[in-house]
């Protein structure tokens, strides 16, 4: 375990054998673990108390897991949301994404790799320096974790957030989908970078609210650069403000 604070881990598994398995491997490292077996239960519990790590199974067979994770979203904006999948969730990884989750890990999963994945999202947590960024019309703050646009707020998942810190403190410079991945999960990602498409449509329909100046552009078969010059074209054709296509 990464700190000598307690850790608050909140597991949402309706499996209970699964369920169980986690929460012992979880304790042996160090980590408080509270379970929800249902989709209410696991509302009720992640939005009055708060926790730094949410583990959501996303085939809860009494609700719709998607629907607790737009709760839980919304009561704890800064818990890091990881999704249990199986490994045809294909859709419904990419739609728990757009819905505020920050990973997913794919059923069947070993414990270490579990516990890789929740230490990589503390580390994320902590290691952000407390200062502001500032670039054109677009204010972050890191200590705060509030971003405005021509004072006006922008309220981002925590994903989002970290994507356009990392488009700000590289502006004017391309940063491609293999760095996104590795900044957002960790630094041996070998997985798929589509889902950062995802990510990058709904963080440039929020920062242009469908008024205001283009300032995340694709770069085509590279990735993504942050520039603020309303005035200028883009320099080369091979800038595009549009969003990528459907995957």
């Known amino acids: ?9 909140l597991i949402v598994e309706d499996d209970p054998i699964l369920a169980r398995t986690i929460s012992n491997g979880l304790r042996e490292q160090g980590y ?24 959501l199974d996303l085939t809860l067979s009494d609700e719709s897991a998607l629907g607790v994770l737009r709760c839980l979203r919304e009561g704890n904006e800064n818990a890091n949301i990881i999704m249990l999948t199986p ?16 990973d997913f890990i794919v059923k069947p999963f070993s414990m270490s790799e579990l516990v890789a994945r929740v230490e990589a999202a503390l580390v994320r947590a902590r290691s952000r320096p407390k200062s502001i960024l500032e670039i ?6 890191l200590t705060t974790r509030k971003v405005t646009r021509s004072g006006r707020p922008v309220q981002l998942t925590p994903t989002e957030f970290r994507i356009l810190e990392i488009l700000m403190r590289n502006q004017g410079k391309v940063v491609t989908r293999k760095m996104l991945c590795e900044f957002l999960w960790n630094p041996e990602w070998e997985g798929v970078t589509n889902v ?6 709904r963080l440039r329909g929020k920062i242009n609210n469908g008024r205001e100046p283009q300032m995340i552009f694709t770069v085509r078969g590279s990735g993504y650069t942050l520039r603020w010059d309303p005035d200028a074209a883009p320099p080369r054709q091979d800038y595009f403000a549009s969003a990528e296509p459907h995957i």
Not at 87 to 102: C, K, M, P, V
Request: aromatic letters at 2%.
């Open 1 to 9: 375990m990464l700190s000598s604070s307690p850790t608050r881990i």
């Open 32 to 55: 408080e673990v509270e379970l929800a077996v249902s989709g209410p239960q696991a509302v009720n519990r992640g939005v009055e108390q708060a926790h730094n790590i949410v583990l």
């Open 87 to 102: 490994i045809d969730f294909r859709q419904e990884r990419i739609a728990g994404l757009e819905a505020g989750a920050d």
């Open 136 to 141: 054109g019309q677009i204010s972050m703050d």
């Open 196 to 201: 950062i498409e995802v990510h990058i449509n």
